[in-house]
């Protein structure tokens, strides 16, 4: 980078202002590894207002792989952004620990302006995401429960909202809670065999361009009258975005990643012009590594699909994602 070109270094941003020059502590978004932050700043507006500050990567190789037509900023980029934006205000302004995990309950996100996400391609798309905290439970001085309200701004348009509705549990809470609601110690995924249990699906019919970056094996269509299809939940444990760092169980993201590719996969055509453009979802209990998931598919209205992830015959999660149609390239293929 020549003089010309280096940023000014700038002080402290004021609650108006946002910088984006380097990434957060990687402590305030729960990542490992550095390239996995994608906030670089955060600031408070008002008592339960606050503006993070998200750069998008340009050569990741999960969420810049995809294979849409005019390209746009991957969906669980959108997801993580704002995943990672009410972290930062929890650990920042509302009293969480740093040992403390973070449990998702429901999770809706909806991208109303796509003319507002596409890729830029010369330069780092950069982005605000506004989070409202409210419904704030606690225990003394503790914070117990919280719903975020995030919207997403690209280039001053409001490109769409997501709200996180969490639960926070101490260290030792979640030892307990884990070992009460699954009867034993579950393990972690550093512990568990590297490798595919079944075929994934081909990359090209998801959106995607590397198979490791595909989640589903096995697919079967039209299972029966009310089914689309029906695939194996297959995360690979050594993923470097979706295990960033050992968990005892599969994450929200993986699992937001299964339903994109589910209903996209379930929605037919090219899927270079298919764009997850809203999610839906609730978690009911965690998904476990050492057991296989089923996912099951079924249509609904207005382009939408209710994916419903089984595990010893119980429903877990359920999610709903609407597919939309993206317009035709241009003639440079953006």
Same mark, same amino acid.
């Given at each position: 980078?020549?003089?010309?070109?280096?940023?000014?270094?700038?002080?402290?941003?004021?609650?108006?202002?946002?910088?984006?020059?380097?990434?957060?502590?990687?402590?305030?978004?729960?990542?490992?590894?550095?390239?996995?932050?994608?906030?670089?700043?955060?600031?408070?507006?008002?008592?339960?207002?606050?503006?993070?500050?998200?750069?998008?990567?340009?050569?990741?190789?999960?969420?810049?792989?995809?294979?849409?037509?005019?390209?746009?900023?991957? $969906?669980?980029?959108?997801?993580?952004?704002?995943?990672?934006?009410?972290?930062?205000?929890?650990?920042?302004?509302?009293?969480?620990?740093?040992?403390?995990?973070?449990?998702?309950?429901?999770?809706?996100?909806?991208?109303?302006?796509?003319?507002?996400?596409?890729?830029?391609?010369?330069?780092?798309?950069?982005?605000?995401?506004?989070?409202?905290?409210?419904?704030?439970?606690?225990?003394?001085?503790?914070?117990?429960?919280?719903?975020?309200?995030?919207?997403?701004?690209?280039?001053?348009?409001?490109?769409?909202?997501?709200?996180?509705?969490?639960?926070?549990?101490?260290?030792?809470?979640?030892?307990?809670?884990?070992?009460?609601?699954?009867?034993?110690? $579950?393990?972690?995924?550093?512990?568990?065999?590297?490798?595919?249990?079944?075929?994934?699906?081909? $990359?090209?019919?998801?959106?995607?361009?590397?198979?490791?970056?595909?989640?589903?094996?096995?697919?079967?269509?039209?299972?029966?009258?009310?089914?689309?299809?029906?695939?194996?939940?297959?995360?690979?444990?050594?993923?470097?975005?979706?295990?960033?760092?050992?968990?005892?169980?599969?994450?929200?993201?993986?699992?937001?990643?299964?339903?994109?590719?589910?209903?996209?996969?379930?929605?037919?055509? $090219?899927?270079?012009?298919?764009?997850?453009?809203?999610?839906?979802?609730?978690?009911?209990?965690?998904?476990?590594?050492?057991?296989?998931?089923?996912?099951?598919?079924?249509?609904?209205?207005?382009?939408?699909?209710?994916?419903?992830?089984?595990?010893?015959?119980?429903?877990?999660?359920?999610?709903?994602?609407?597919?939309?149609?993206?317009?035709?390239?241009?003639?440079?293929?953006?």
């Amino acid at each position: 980078m020549t003089l010309a070109e280096q940023e000014p270094a700038q002080a402290a941003p004021a609650a108006a202002e946002l910088a984006y020059q380097r990434p957060v502590d990687r402590v305030l978004v729960h990542r490992r590894a550095v390239m996995e932050v994608f906030v670089t700043d955060a600031a408070r507006h008002g008592d339960d207002a606050f503006a993070v500050a998200v750069q998008a990567p340009r050569a990741h190789a999960y969420y810049n792989d995809h294979t849409h037509r005019p390209a746009l900023l991957d $969906p669980l980029f959108l997801l993580e952004a704002a995943r990672q934006a009410v972290t930062v205000v929890a650990h920042r302004w509302l009293d969480v620990t740093y040992d403390t995990s973070f449990l998702i309950s429901d999770w809706t996100t909806e991208f109303t302006d796509l003319a507002a996400l596409r890729a830029r391609g010369d330069a780092p798309d950069e982005l605000v995401v506004e989070v409202t905290a409210r419904d704030l439970k606690r225990r003394g001085t503790r914070l117990l429960a919280a719903t975020l309200d995030c919207a997403f701004l690209v280039g001053g348009r409001r490109a769409g909202t997501s709200t996180v509705v969490a639960g926070y549990l101490s260290r030792d809470g979640y030892g307990a809670h884990r070992a009460k609601t699954r009867g034993s110690v $579950p393990p972690l995924s550093s512990d568990r065999p590297a490798g595919r249990t079944g075929t994934p699906v081909d $990359p090209a019919l998801v959106g995607r361009e590397r198979t490791g970056n595909v989640v589903l094996t096995d697919v079967t269509r039209h299972p029966d009258d009310t089914t689309a299809l029906r695939a194996v939940l297959d995360v690979p444990v050594e993923h470097a975005a979706m295990y960033d760092h050992p968990l005892d169980h599969v994450p929200a993201m993986a699992l937001m990643e299964a339903a994109r590719q589910a209903a996209v996969l379930a929605s037919g055509g $090219p899927a270079e012009l298919r764009y997850a453009r809203a999610f839906g979802a609730v978690f009911r209990r965690f998904v476990e590594l050492d057991g296989p998931v089923t996912v099951s598919v079924a249509p609904r209205a207005g382009g939408r699909f209710a994916v419903d992830f089984l595990q010893d015959g119980e429903s877990l999660c359920t999610a709903e994602v609407e597919i939309a149609d993206l317009p035709a390239p241009d003639t440079d293929g953006r």
